[in-house]
């Protein structure tokens, strides 16, 4: 039986999904006790903004930014995949890797003090490392 080429593309977009699971548990583990003292679950009139209101701004970055990996991250899985089939390599393994830390840094200035700049740098580094990787998935179909 051949063995199967692994891409080195593969990884980073596991990385990046373990990560969003362990911003999801990170959320849960803060949310639930707040939505348990606060009754929430007896308050089905509530909307979504009533809700953010009564709850702590430390707990709703978690919500936040788990919200935000569903956003440009889901870009980032199309392109890396697409490379991966496609051959990229070791550059481009490179670059996803650096998109993960970017990401993941993201993450931890949202979660923790909510530094706007702080966030927003860490958003332009990977809006840029997203950019690159979809030009180079661009050259690489239209070799």
Known sequence: ????????????IIALNAWTLVVEG???SVRLPVFTRLRIADKNELTHEEVNKMTPASVRWKADNFSNLFE????????????AIA?????DARLAWAYV????????AHC??????R????YLISSGLMAVL?????LLLAA
């Not at 039986?1 to 980073?12: A, D, F, G, N, Y």
């Not at 923790?112 to 700049?117: E, G, S």
């Open 72 to 83: 440009q991250p889901t870009q980032f899985y199309a392109v890396a995949a697409v490379l």
């Open 112 to 117: 923790t003090t909510n530094n706007v700049a």
């Open 26 to 28: 990170w959320m849960f």
């Open 1 to 12: 039986m051949e063995s199967i080429r692994v891409s080195p593309l593969l990884p980073p």
């Open 101 to 108: 830390a970017a990401r993941v840094a993201h993450s931890l």
């Open 87 to 91: 051959g990229g390599g070791k550059t």
């Open 119 to 122: 966030r927003f740098a860490f």
């Open 134 to 138: 979809t030009g180079r998935a661009a």
